[in-house]
């Protein structure tokens, strides 16, 4: 059986060690979300982030905003807590409504506030090889959750399925930049299961069951960070985990392995944006 990449374990690890440093801090780290429409799981994740910073002794700050919100509105509001010393991270949280232009109002973020990550700046620093303010959170998660298992990409061919600017594009640089053998695989790839089968560490984002026995060689390592919900309304991954933990090495569960990782590195990101904002 293969061992269980537990993100949830991994989780309470890291926040005990953050509620020490935040307990030390004279100011608390403040985290700003922007939350816009009636997406409920939206609604759901941006609660979870409440709850954490609470928890850890963050302040945190949500505004949110009808679904008819003009994107003039959101932009300002960007502008005000970019302005605003006692905020040190800002998150929007995606989707943002259809007529809102989701590329302009990320960037409209100061890149040392961008506690996702995801603004050009961020990118073209991670993608150019420097160092970004901070790494984007499922693919830090993702990073963190190999090295609590001692999982060392160096020399391994790693195979992610999945193209998005959230996930599948920084963590396949973040693997080059550990010295894996990169390959993406997406919607239009032909022959998907000859090229996972050749894979060492599979990483799955896509929402979708695309993963099974037939995809994957011998004691390969296996991240599942898609989820969603299938008809019959139960929480799935992108992997059919029963399948695949009798053939995979390691692999990460769904729900409880990426996910919590998710939110562990954006209350790091937090600390550590505020820790640079601060020279700490």
């Known amino acids: 059986m293969a061992i269980i990449l537990d993100g949830k374990k991994l989780r309470e690890k890291i926040f005990e060690d953050l509620i020490l440093k935040v307990e030390k801090m004279p100011v608390k780290p403040t985290l700003a979300v922007i939350l816009a429409g009636d997406d409920p799981s939206s609604k759901i994740y941006v609660n979870n982030k409440r709850k954490c910073a609470q928890k850890l002794g963050i302040n945190s700050m949500v505004f949110e905003y009808p679904s008819d919100v003009s994107q003039s509105e959101i932009l300002k509001k960007i502008d005000e807590l970019n302005d ?3 905020i040190n991270a800002i998150l929007v949280q995606l989707p943002l409504p259809e ?3 989701k590329f302009k109002v990320i960037d409209r973020i100061l890149p040392s506030k961008d506690v996702d990550g995801l603004t050009t700046y961020n990118s073209g620093k991670l993608f150019s090889g420097e160092e970004p303010f901070v790494y984007p959170c499922t693919p830090k998660g993702i990073c963190l959750l190999l090295d609590e298992y001692k999982i060392n990409p160096a020399g391994k061919h790693v195979v992610v399925i999945g ?3 959230l996930v599948g594009k920084p963590v396949a640089q973040m693997m080059l930049r550990r010295d894996a053998t990169v390959t993406i695989c997406h ?10 089968k050749t894979a060492d560490i599979l990483i799955s984002a896509v929402g979708k069951n695309v993963v099974g026995e037939k995809n994957i060689k011998l004691n390969s390592v296996v991240i599942d960070v898609g989820i969603f919900k299938d008809l019959s309304g139960s ?3 992108d992997v059919e985990f029963d399948e695949i933990s009798n053939k995979a ?3 990460s569960p769904v729900p409880g392995g990426v996910g919590p990782m998710t939110i562990a590195s954006l209350m790091l990101n937090t600390v550590e944006l505020y ?3 601060h020279d700490l």
């Open 84 to 86: 605003d010393k006692n």
């Open 99 to 101: 007529h809102i232009d």
């Open 163 to 165: 193209r998005s600017n």
């Open 187 to 196: 919607s239009k790839t032909e022959n998907l299961a000859e090229i996972t």
């Open 235 to 237: 929480i799935r991954g």
């Open 249 to 251: 090495s390691y692999i």
């Open 275 to 277: 820790n640079k904002q």
